[in-house]
C-alpha cells in the first residue's frame, strides 16, 4: 500500500507559479510511474504529467513548457513546479502512483488562478 499526500495548492494570480509536492508513505516509490492529474466540476479526471521510474517526463499539451514534474526518491517525493499559470489551470490536482496493476491515489489539493 501506498498512502499519497498532496501540498502546495492554493490561490494564485495569472501568471504566478506553485509548487506542488506529493508525499508517499508505506512503501518506496522507486519503482513507480508517479502522476499529477486534475479534475474539474464536471469533468473527468485528466493527466497534467507524469514521470517514469527512470525520470522520463511526458507533459500534456495544455501545460508543456509551463510545468515541470520531477522525483525525489531519497524524499519519497514528487513535485509539480507550475509557472505561467493561467485561469485554466484551476482545478483540484490529485497524486498517482502506478505499478503495472497497482494504482493509488492521493486526496488532492486545490489550485485556483484567480485575479
Known amino acids: 500500500q501506498v498512502q499519497l499526500v498532496e501540498s502546495g495548492g492554493g490561490l494564485v494570480q495569472p501568471v504566478g507559479s506553485l509548487r506542488l509536492s506529493c508525499a508517499a508513505s508505506g512503501s518506496a516509490i522507486t519503482s513507480y510511474t508517479m502522476g499529477w492529474y486534475r479534475q474539474t466540476p464536471g469533468n473527468q479526471r485528466e493527466l497534467v504529467a507524469a514521470?517514469?521510474?527512470?525520470?522520463?517526463?511526458n507533459y500534456a499539451d495544455s501545460v508543456k513548457g509551463r510545468f515541470t514534474i520531477s522525483r525525489d526518491n531519497a524524499k519519497n517525493t514528487v513535485y509539480l513546479q507550475m509557472n505561467s499559470l493561467k485561469p485554466e489551470d484551476t482545478a483540484v490536482y490529485y497524486c498517482n502512483a502506478k505499478y503495472f496493476y497497482r494504482a493509488y491515489w492521493g486526496r488532492g489539493t486545490q489550485v485556483t488562478v484567480s485575479s
Open positions: 514521470i517514469t521510474s527512470g525520470s522520463s517526463p
